[in-house]
């Protein structure tokens, strides 16, 4: 049945580590529970429950449910636990040390991870995004994106990036084709870019908890609400589907909070 449920996934337009994340949890399950019963469903739910944080939980409850789906016993499809959002953002770095880091980045030559940066804060696009965007895109100056359910979201490439990684191009003479490559020419992975910010946080001295692919998104975010304050259209950009999501970039940092409690807290 996994076979068929890989088979099933394929044809959903899922990430390759949302498929492989499902297809772990599904095998994981039917190693446990030999039978689909409600019992054994609501017996793995407390499992999950019981060691995983809730998004991870709603994770795993998704790849269950899809597996019910295909084996048509959706009556059995189980609801997902409640996520309490924080009144904070975490770990997103900061707008002075994604400057810092570009600049060094820049100034040590190492010029395709200066605009794997900026891409992914003038974009704010995801890691698998990032990914996809390619020579003609630069010159188009925007990529469209066809989520599930076949809604598109553009992720315009701004003016001075756009410009900047033209000259680029044209250095390496590459007109056509993905713009982040390894080293053997093929196109770069999310965790081989995760792991190599790790490392440039370490060699520039920066908190590594906040450099990670999806913290320059939310930089992203951030920085647009504060130069161009409108929550609906930053929604758009991000292709979130409701715009409650987008309502946590008005909330500030926790190290936003901790300075102001510092600075205004004298009592």
Known sequence: MITSYKSFLSRQDLAANTVRSYEYTVTHFLEKY???TRENLLSYKGFLVEHYKPQTVNLRLNAINKYLELIK???LKMRFVKVQQKNFLENVISDADYKFLKAKLKR???ISWYFVVWFLTATGARISELLQIKAEHVQQGYLDIYSKGGKLRRLYIPKTLRTEALGWLKDKGLTSG????????ERITARGIAQQLK????KYGINTAVIYPHSFRHRFAKNFLDRFNDLALLADLMGHESIETTRIYLRRTATEQQAIVDKVVNW
């Open 178 to 185: 993905y713009l982040f490559l390894n080293r053997f020419g």
């Open 199 to 202: 490392l440039f946080a370490v």
């Open 108 to 110: 040590d030559g190492y």
């Open 34 to 36: 030999k039978e689909v």
């Open 73 to 75: 016993k959706d009556k």
